[in-house]
Nanobody
Framework: QVQLVESGGGLVQPGGSLRLSCTAS????????VAWFRQAPGEEREGVTC????????SYADSLEGRFSMARDNTKNTVYLEMNSLEPEDTAVYYC????????????????????????WGQGTRVTVSS
């Protein structure tokens, strides 16, 4: 059973940057589609970005592409979320998640970024953007 642990959250000033990490155990993360979600206080969890398994591409929420980027390091069984030009509206708990269903081919497409598709979740890491 794949387990996920996020890290890297914290307090950052507006305009700053953070890099979040999501490290897996119990499975080869590179095989799976992986997504980052976030949940702001009082809001629903929303998809931020995702990356396909086995060399699949990335996809981004329309409003975040250009400021956020996602990458893998298969040697570390880890994915990263690089966040730049952070705004107070980016304040949220950030979660990584894996979707276990699907063939190897299907895993190369990480879409849709939906909480109903991704079924293994980390505990989340809190990001606060404030001066």
């Amino acid at each position: 059973q794949v387990q996920l642990v996020e890290s890297g959250g914290g307090l950052v000033q507006p305009g700053g940057s953070l890099r979040l990490s999501c490290t897996a155990s119990g499975g080869i993360l590179g095989y799976y589609a992986v997504a980052w979600f976030r949940q702001a206080p009082g809001e629903e969890r929303e998809g931020v970005t995702c990356i396909g398994g086995s060399g699949g591409g990335t996809s981004y929420a329309d409003s975040l592409e250009g400021r956020f980027s996602m990458a893998r390091d298969n040697t570390k069984n880890t994915v990263y979320l690089e966040m730049n030009s952070l705004e107070p509206e980016d304040t949220a708990v950030y979660y990584c998640a894996v979707k276990r269903a699907g063939t190897r081919w299907q895993q190369t497409d990480c879409r849709p970024m939906s909480t109903s598709v991704y079924d293994v979740w980390g505990q989340g890491t809190r990001v606060t953007v404030s001066s």
